[in-house]
């Protein structure tokens, strides 16, 4: 989510030092934490909920696209190659993947440490990081790069740590509501509210293919799109973001309750749904594609 940004070659990146992150302060609203990360966007809660959270949207995402990928990557896996998950929360997805294809070597990346750090599979490996201040790998480092969310802020960034040949992908639901009763829409549109005051679009899905067609190293580049009714994912979604929602649409948390006991009544009267979009890309060669 948020605004495309140029392409840059950058030179080797250092791995991450704790030093980085470590300049933080946490407070708890309504119960929940939050942490302020240093140069960060991030405002969402970093609590063990919002990890059910993500890993409810993961298996949400698994379902609906049949699987944890679309990029034709499954034989590079098998053979052994190096993968890159993006805002990695709470790791399922490196997880999952690493004991699926243990020839293979995954790297997961978050500025908030919800990841295991000692319980894990060999061939996982989890960094703290602000992906917004640059990816801390070398160029042409990683066979296939992946990202839920967020992909407009680090495009430039996965094209520079990804292989010739390699694949990125991305995917992420449109922000856009289809049959959406009254008070889902105007809760959607605080949403939006809350994100432009940011710098993010929450729509941005709806834009990663053309955004993709204009780089000038990416190639193949295909979209899925799949429609999927939100009932409890959003609901989940707008708990977690009460008390800024309340807050911007200048009523009390209970008003907010209620008014989430109204969305979901609205579900099913309207049978409200929204489009979830996976987009990916082969690597290549500028001379490549000149070619």
Known sequence: MGNQQSTKKRNKKKSPSKSSTNEQKSWYVEGRRYTNYKNSKYFF???????????????????????????????????????????????????????????????????????PSTIKPRNAHFIQANILDGLPFDDNYFDFVHLENWATQVIPECIRVCKPNGWIEFYEGDGTAFNGGPCYVRIVESLRQEFSSMGLNLSAAIFYKDWLLKEPNLAKIQEEVRKQSIGKFKKILFQTLAPRLANNLGISLNEFDKMLQAVHEEYNKYGTYMNFHRVYAQKISINEHAR
């Open 45 to 115: 809660p970093d609590d063990e909920i919002e990890m059910d959270r993500l890993q409810m949207q993961h298996y949400l995402f698994r379902h609906i696209f049949y699987g944890n990928f679309s990029a034709p990557v499954e034989d590079v896996l098998k053979r052994g190659g190096r993968i890159l998950d993006i805002g990695c929360g709470p790791g399922t997805w490196v997880l999952e993947n690493s004991c699926d294809f243990v020839r293979s070597e995954f790297y997961g990346i978050d500025i908030a440490p919800m990841f």
